[in-house]
Nanobody, 116 residues
Framework: QVQLVESGGGLVQPGGSLRLSCAAS????????MSWYRQAPGKERELVAR????????NYAASVKGRFTISRDNIKNTVYLQMNSLKPEDTAVYYC?????????WGQGTQVTVSS
């Protein structure tokens, strides 16, 4: 079955960095765009970044542009989110996501906390 498993979250100080990973299985990973979303308590889930199937095009939320980088390895079936210059407002659960005609799929999320 389709599975998306996030890892790499944790506690980091403002200005610090983290790299999130999402390991995908159960589908032909290289054929699909992948996204990262995040959700803070009491707020709606928001799109953070998206990458096309071949990795040639990326899109970012304005709030993270210039600080975050999405990338993928189609051999390892993994998508990454490199997060630099982290701010307290980046604190959220981060989710890996993909969509294809038969359905939408989400990982379980990984917690990122940015605090002194």
């Amino acid at each position: 079955q389709v599975q998306l498993v996030e890892s790499g979250g944790g506690l980091v100080q403002p200005g610090g960095s983290l790299r999130l990973s999402c390991a995908a299985s159960g589908f032909t990973f290289k054929n699909y765009a992948m996204s990262w979303y995040r959700q803070a308590p009491g707020k709606e889930r928001e799109l953070v970044a998206r990458i096309t199937s071949g990795g040639s095009t990326t899109n970012y939320a304005a709030s993270v542009k210039g600080r975050f980088t999405i990338s993928r390895d189609n051999i390892k079936n993994t998508v990454y989110l490199q997060m630099n210059s982290l701010k307290p407002e980046d604190t959220a659960v981060y989710y890996c996501y993909t969509r294809f005609p038969s359905g939408n799929y989400w990982g379980q999320g990984t917690q990122v906390t940015v605090s002194s």
